[in-house]
């Protein structure tokens, strides 16, 4: 079966600073997505960030960038320059398969320090 | 254009009632998800509909939980006799095509159910 693990429940950065999300998962899939997904407190789910599993380049947009490693099945989020409005629950998920229902890790809650 | 919408925001219930959370997906999109978010865990995937047609229920956690969307485009979860463990945010997601892996999905604000 298909899991997704965030090993971190908390974490913390001071603004500007830079910190770095875990995710890890396992599958037997060859062909699947990776996506870290912020959750304000509002509750909305917003996309930050996606992988394909084939590609070898990591991702980045703008501050947010992925340290894919496919071997070791990690996919861990960057985010630079860390800004007030970055505070909120990160969750990673998986999709693969025609289907593509989102299989989401427990989220690591991130507090940015003024 | 518009994004996701649910209605309610929020929905308090005694136990044994049944209830009724909505979902308005973005127009156009094939594609339609609801999830369940427990508290302080990630969301869980319940059924999925490609247009009217509901491909896979295998998340539902009970025959008490019923999803509809019979024109596909608004959605419906019903939970009938509702129990103190349902009490979760409910989450709806759409995307635009069917069967795409590369497809984004969008999520609404969510439904915070209570049972009491």
């Known amino acids: 079966a298909q899991t997704v693990t965030q090993s971190q429940p908390e974490m913390s950065v001071q603004e500007a600073e830079t910190v770095t999300l875990s995710c890890t998962y396992d599958?037997?899939?060859?062909?699947?997505?990776l996506f870290w997904y912020k959750q304000p407190p509002s509750r909305q789910m917003i996309l930050v960030i996606r992988?394909?599993?084939?590609?070898?380049q990591n991702a980045t947009e703008n501050r947010f960038s992925v340290n894919f490693q496919k071997a070791a099945k990690s996919f861990s989020l960057k985010i630079s320059d860390s800004q007030l409005g970055d505070a909120a629950m990160y969750f990673c998920?998986?999709?693969?398969?025609?289907?593509?229902?989102?299989?989401f890790g427990k989220g690591t809650k991130l507090s940015v320090k003024p | 254009g518009a994004g996701v919408s649910q209605s309610p925001r929020y929905k308090v219930a005694k136990r044994g009632q049944d209830v009724a959370l909505r979902c308005d997906p973005i127009?156009?999109?094939?594609?339609l998800f609801w999830y369940q978010q427990a508290l302080g865990q990630g969301p869980e995937f319940l059924t999925y509909?490609?247009?009217?047609?509901?491909?896979?229920k295998s998340g539902l956690p009970s025959d008490r939980f019923f999803a509809e969307r019979p024109e596909g485009s608004v959605s419906t979860l019903k939970i009938q006799r509702t129990q103190q463990e349902d009490s979760a945010v409910y989450l709806c997601?759409?995307?635009?095509?069917?069967?795409?892996?590369?497809?984004?999905?969008?999520f609404g604000p969510g439904t915070r159910l209570t049972v009491l």
């Open positions: 997601a759409s995307s635009l095509v069917e069967g795409a892996l590369s497809d984004t999905q969008y």
């Open positions: 599958t037997s899939e060859s062909d699947y997505y």
């Open positions: 127009s156009g999109h094939v594609s």
């Open positions: 509909f490609q247009n009217e047609a509901q491909l896979d």
């Open positions: 998920a998986y999709k693969w398969g025609s289907q593509g229902n989102l299989i």
């Open positions: 992988q394909e599993a084939y590609k070898q």
